[in-house]
């Protein structure tokens, strides 16, 4: 068995054909719905970068391993070498493990990713909008490096430079393929850079797209993956080989026109509510992923190390982690339940925001960005400004009924929200709620020098 994970960065729940988007060409990213499995109710742990990332490489909420929000260069924190991720895993069961795109669990060289278990790894330590470009605070970063394992081998000065980087990922991720394909079994992760801004599509894709800059940069990313399909089927392992395609938060909503949509879901990136969290998930694998299947129930990054980990035949780490097998759900099997009681969703300073439980999902006071029903539209890669707007009591949705979290139910259905306001309370007590309360099961974050 081999495994192909692609996570694509600020793609929004409706930025994908199979998920309903009608300007934008994705052909090779919903064969992949077509030939498996589409998950409609697929969500990230925390709504931003880090976090996101230390959650589906670890398994854990991102609280429990101390990554929050999105590390920039003056970073001094990193993930945990007491981490096992899943790299680590498979390393340990004779896999070969390598890496293509963006990090961002640390830049220091303790936490580059080949220490983390990673054979190899060409791509950026963090996001590609932290460097001189960056239309709010361009001095504020230093040059952007693109490392080669422990090796910087460029430094990405201007859009032509970073419009190239993803065929030179998808080079080297083909390449990985080639190199293992017929000699051990191999984990490819490929965190792609697009479409977070600054928007880059290569030369040959500028123009391609009926949405501009942001449309022309998911094609692109689609024949990426169509480039990955036709690299596994070429060296004869398409049959064995698990792909998975999703991404690590919703739109960065304030960048307009180079931010993507949620479709129905409300808000986006950096929010709780469903367009920040719930996010497009497609896998696929001939002969034991149903082809066609469509899945409603809830599940979550945290969920994709022990499932992968089951089906290598691996042991789980022998620390805590938060993720359960959902492998029933992810072979198509229709009549699977979650086998999690629910999910927890963390923003800000490790600040519980929101519980997700069945159908209900309960969003807890708290203070959130919005750019309001009537915002003005950012054009040419400039943002608009967000305002604040705040959540006094606990509010309830029935997301079956209504995704877009648009009717309070929480007077009418008072039981449910204490049900879920009794499992926001437990995981407080295990994970925290905040700066002033540790949950007993956190542990410490990486920290240079320690």
């Not at 692609?6 to 060409?25: E, H, N, Q």
């Not at 589409?38 to 490489?57: G, H, I, K, M, N």
């Not at 690590?248 to 969290?277: F, Q």
């Not at 980990?309 to 097998?325: C, F, S, V």
Request: aromatic residues 8%; proline residues 8%.
């Amino acid at each position: 068995m081999n495994i192909v994970l692609i996570f694509a960065d600020d793609l929004a729940y409706a930025d994908v054909g199979c998920f309903g988007a009608k300007d934008i060409r994705t052909p090779d990213i919903d064969s992949l719905a077509r030939d498996g499995v589409r998950f409609t109710d697929f969500y990230v742990a925390q709504p931003v970068c880090s976090a996101s990332r230390a959650a589906l490489l670890s398994g854990c909420y991102c609280g429990r391993v101390g990554i929050q929000g999105a590390l920039g260069p003056a970073s001094k924190i990193g993930i945990s070498s007491g981490e096992l991720l899943l790299p680590q895993v498979l390393k340990a069961k004779g896999y070969a493990t390598g890496m293509v795109g963006k990090w961002h669990l640390g830049h220091q060289p303790e936490f580059n990713p080949t220490r983390h278990g990673f054979d190899e790894w060409l791509g950026l330590p963090y996001s590609n909008d932290m460097w001189p470009g960056h239309p709010d605070t361009p001095r504020a970063y230093p040059p952007l490096p693109l490392m080669d394992g422990e090796k910087q081998v460029q430094v990405i000065e201007n859009l032509e430079q970073m419009g190239s980087l993803m065929q030179r990922y998808t080079d080297r991720a083909v390449g990985f393929i080639e190199k293992h394909a017929t000699k051990t079994p191999f984990f490819l992760y490929f965190a792609h850079a697009m479409p977070h801004v600054p928007l880059a599509p290569g030369k040959k894709w500028q123009g391609h797209s009926k949405r501009g800059a942001f449309g022309d940069v998911i094609e692109e990313l689609d024949a990426s993956v169509g480039q990955l399909l036709a690299a596994l089927k070429r060296t004869g392992v398409e049959r064995d080989t698990l792909v998975i395609f999703t991404s690590d938060n919703g739109p960065w909503l304030s960048y307009g026109e180079h931010a993507g949509s949620a479709g129905p879901l409300r808000e986006g990136k950096g929010t709780c509510w469903e367009g920040g969290v719930r996010e497009p998930f497609v896998a696929r694998w001939p002969g034991r992923i149903r082809a066609g299947s469509v899945i409603t129930e809830p599940a979550m990054t945290i969920d994709l190390l022990p499932t992968i980990t089951t089906l290598a035949g691996a042991p789980l780490p022998k620390k805590k982690i938060d993720g359960k097998d959902i492998w029933p759900l992810l072979s198509g099997d229709r009549a699977a339940k979650s086998p999690q009681e629910a999910y927890f969703f963390y923003y800000n300073n490790n600040e519980l925001q929101a519980v997700r439980s069945g159908r209900w999902k309960v969003m807890l006071p708290q203070a959130y960005r919005t750019l309001g029903t009537n915002p003005p539209r950012a054009t040419g890669g400039t943002p608009v400004k967000y305002r604040q707007a705040r959540i006094a009591q606990p509010q309830l949705y029935d997301l079956v009924a209504d995704p877009g979290e648009t009717v309070d139910l929480a007077a009418q259905h008072p039981k449910v929200v204490k049900r879920l306001l009794g499992l926001a309370e437990k995981a407080r007590e295990e994970l925290g709620d905040g700066p002033d309360r540790i949950g007993k099961g956190v542990r410490l974050v990486g920290r240079v020098g320690a």
